[in-house]
């Protein structure tokens, strides 16, 4: 089994900041990808930003330049770094984790999700 727990999500003010947190664990034989995405009332969902294993990175074109993702390989978290935030950006966060298994099977997983609300 493999749980996805995320953190960091709450209330902020226009052009404020926020960083969410991550952490994979449980029967993890590789991690490929990791990544944010969000989902706003109405709205599909959408990717946010990704990081896979090497170390690349990939950015939605609304997020880019503000928004920061890294990663702590040795304890399979994920992070976001969101800053000069806009009512916009108001959404519910999912952390989205592409592994391999244990027994050697590639898996996706979601987390539960992380309320971010942009707000005057």
């Known amino acids: 089994q493999v749980q996805v727990i995320e953190s960091g999500g709450g209330l902020v003010q226009p052009g404020g900041s926020l960083r969410l947190s991550c952490a994979a664990s449980?029967?993890?034989?590789?991690?490929?990808?990791m990544g944010w995405y969000r989902q706003a009332p109405g709205k599909q969902r959408e990717l946010v930003a990704d990081?896979?294993?090497?170390?690349?990175?990939h950015y939605a074109d609304s997020v880019t330049g503000r928004f920061t993702i890294s990663r702590d390989n040795a304890k399979n978290t994920v992070y976001l770094q969101m800053n000069s935030l806009k009512p916009e950006d108001t959404a519910v966060y999912y952390c989205?984790?592409?592994?391999?298994?244990?027994?050697?099977?590639?898996?996706?997983?979601w987390g539960q999700g992380t309320q971010v609300t942009v707000s005057s």
């Open positions: 449980g029967s993890i034989l590789s991690i490929n990808a």
């Open positions: 989205n984790v592409d592994l391999h298994g244990s027994d050697w099977s590639r898996r996706y997983y």
């Open positions: 990081i896979i294993s090497g170390g690349n990175t």
